[in-house]
């Protein structure tokens, strides 16, 4: 059963950086696409960046040329380094998994799962 662990937010100050980790198991993840969603309170699940199996990505324009999406695929674990960090970044985020090689869009969070518990990003202006 695939497990998806979430860690490395805090509260940092406007323009500050965080780096976010998301450790996996319970499947072959250097073969599936992976991708990082937010949310914020009263707001619906926010695409963030997804990566697929040839390390293609993609993000949301709101934190395109801010943050970077990456993986281990020796230590089955997801990145995301944000920079340039921005009130409006204020979210829970999550790590979740896609069926497969290939990235579904990061509008429809319905294509995603195994959604961990979340790491807690706050950003104070």
């Known amino acids: 059963q695939a497990q998806l662990v979430e860690s490395g937010g805090g509260s940092v100050q406007a323009g500050g950086s965080l780096r976010l980790s998301c450790t996996t198991s319970?499947?072959?993840?250097?073969?599936?696409?992976m991708a990082w969603f937010r949310q914020a309170p009263g707001k619906e699940r926010e695409g963030v960046a997804s990566?697929?199996?040839?390390?293609?990505?993609l993000y949301a324009d709101s934190v395109r040329g801010r943050f970077t999406i990456s993986k281990d695929n020796a230590k089955n674990t997801l990145y995301l380094q944000m920079n340039s960090l921005k009130a409006e970044d204020t979210a829970m985020y999550y790590c979740a998994r896609a069926g497969g090689r290939y990235c579904p869009l990061l509008a429809d969070s319905r294509n995603y799962w195994g959604w961990g518990q979340g790491t807690q990003v706050t950003v104070s202006s």
């Open positions: 990566i697929d199996n040839w390390t293609v990505t």
């Open positions: 319970g499947y072959t993840f250097r073969n599936i696409c």
